[in-house]
């Protein structure tokens, strides 16, 4: 999965890059939280690759926690920054399409490592 994590970062990066150059600067705040899922799983690959025999835990249950880490700090980051749409409809259709994909995300990544199905 490091290489669909890989993928998801760099499509997201590049669709964050072209708001920033569009001017829409306000997208670009809103939907950068979307990268944490799939960029915690890349750091928790790199740092157990590297201190893996310094981590008192195994590799499944530090890249699961790693991951699980990074979908609690998204969804931190998006109800914070969902303070800033002002219709509730609008608020709403943010949280859930985001938080939704993030938590999809989370648990295909986790079914993955543990191989649960």
Same mark, same amino acid.
């Given at each position: 999965?490091?290489?669909?994590?890989?993928?998801?970062?760099?499509?997201?990066?590049?669709?964050?890059?072209?708001? &920033?150059?569009? =001017?829409?600067?306000? #997208?670009? !705040?809103?939907?950068?939280?979307?990268? +944490? $899922?799939?960029?915690?799983? *890349?750091?928790?690959?790199?740092?157990?690759?590297?201190?893996?025999?310094? &981590?008192?835990? =195994?590799?499944?249950? #530090?890249? !699961?926690?790693?991951?699980?880490?990074? +979908? $609690?700090?998204?969804?931190? *980051?998006?109800?914070?920054?969902?303070?800033?749409?002002?219709?509730?409809?609008?608020?709403?259709?943010?949280?859930?399409?985001?938080?939704?994909?993030?938590?999809?995300?989370?648990?295909?990544?986790?079914?993955?490592?543990?191989?649960?199905?």
């Amino acid at each position: 999965m490091v290489a669909e994590c890989g993928a998801i970062v760099a499509i997201i990066g590049i669709m964050l890059y072209m708001f &920033i150059r569009s =001017g829409r600067r306000v #997208f670009t !705040v809103l939907l950068w939280p979307l990268l +944490l $899922v799939p960029a915690f799983h *890349l750091l928790g690959m790199v740092l157990y690759y590297f201190w893996g025999r310094n &981590i008192p835990m =195994g590799f499944a249950t #530090f890249a !699961v926690s790693m991951d699980v880490f990074g +979908l $609690v700090l998204s969804a931190l *980051l998006f109800g914070g920054l969902s303070r800033a749409i002002i219709p509730t409809a609008g608020r709403r259709f943010y949280l859930g399409l985001c938080m939704g994909f993030s938590t999809v995300l989370t648990g295909v990544l986790v079914n993955y490592l543990l191989k649960i199905i």
